[in-house]
């Protein structure tokens, strides 16, 4: 890590955030997933130095040492990583937002697409209702339907068991919420690098409770408080085919009310195999002719 940090936010809420790679190096701000955290950006920091990349990172709201912001939303997490690259005097600079950092990339893209250098997707999010419930795994089934017919509360008693279970077992309740995910993401986590890299991350998240994973959610599962159309940044997208996190075809759906710049499909890959392509994705949203001066 290179350094870390907080900056203060409205209402005396900080924001956590590290940085990694090389000083002075390309941009990033890199969006983590839901349920995650600062901690554990990558399984292979080198890739950073090879990359000359200077990645930042931070906690949600309530995620890792940031506060907790239970009316937080999607654009209001924009606007806390927009700070931080206020705070880091970063006036151009890519993102990248993973899984469930997704929809708060492309909200960056929406609040401030002057700034953006190239946004990426890896595995991200859709709005909901372009979801088909179907082609979810169980948990997110159930925690979609919860949060769409019985609300707020109903959607955190059906999380606080797991939630409950990270802090001592974090590859355990994943292994245990992926049951029913393709065989190819079951045996993605078996892989020890991806077991340290979650199980770092995900410690982190819950060190201080259940909050933000119970908050990010529902800001997820419930309506965004922008649309898809405003999103004025060209879109770089990496998917699995077989994901049944995010799953491809409301992927398609979501791409269709997006500008998009690339969209690659990777074969016979579920929800984590963009992994393997990690250093494809840096390098293409980190593309030297892609920066422009501060």
Do not use: C, K
Not at 1 to 9: C, D, F, I, K, Y
Not at 39 to 55: E, F, M, N, Q
Not at 115 to 133: C, F, K, S, W, Y
């Amino acid at each position: 890590m290179l350094a870390e940090g907080t900056v203060e936010r409205p209402g005396g809420r900080s924001v956590a955030w590290a940085a990694w790679g090389v000083d002075g190096g390309r941009r990033l701000l890199q969006l983590h997933g839901t349920p995650g955290s600062r901690i554990g950006p990558t399984r292979d920091l080198g890739t950073y130095d090879r990359l000359s990349a200077h990645v930042v990172t931070f906690d949600r709201p309530g995620y890792g040492r940031s506060t907790p912001h239970r009316e937080r939303t999607i654009l209001s997490v924009a606007d806390d990583a927009l700070a931080i690259a206020d705070d880091l005097e970063w006036d151009r600079f890519s993102v990248l937002g993973i899984s469930g950092g997704g929809p708060h990339a492309l909200a960056v893209g929406a609040r401030a697409p002057e700034r953006v250098v190239r946004l990426g997707l890896a595995v991200g999010g859709p709005p909901p209702e372009l979801v088909d419930p179907d082609d979810l795994i169980a948990i997110n089934r159930e925690g979609r339907r919860r949060a769409l017919e019985e609300g707020r509360e109903s959607l955190e008693a059906f999380l606080a068991e797991p939630a409950a279970q990270i802090p001592s077992d974090p590859v355990g309740v994943l292994e245990a919420a992926m049951a029913d995910a393709p065989p190819v993401d079951r045996e993605m986590l078996q892989r020890q690098d991806v077991r340290d890299l979650l199980a770092a991350s995900l410690r982190e998240a819950f060190a201080n409770g259940p909050v933000g994973w119970f908050d990010d959610s529902w800001a997820l599962s419930t309506q965004w408080d922008f649309d898809l159309e405003d999103v004025a940044v060209p879109v770089h997208m990496w998917y699995g085919e077989l994901d049944r996190n995010v799953p491809l075809r409301a992927v398609r759906a979501m791409a269709a009310r997006l500008t998009v710049a690339s969209f690659d499909v990777i074969p016979d890959s579920g929800h984590l195999g963009w992994l393997a392509r990690e250093e494809e994705v840096l390098q293409t949203l980190l593309e030297p002719t892609a920066e422009r001066p501060s």
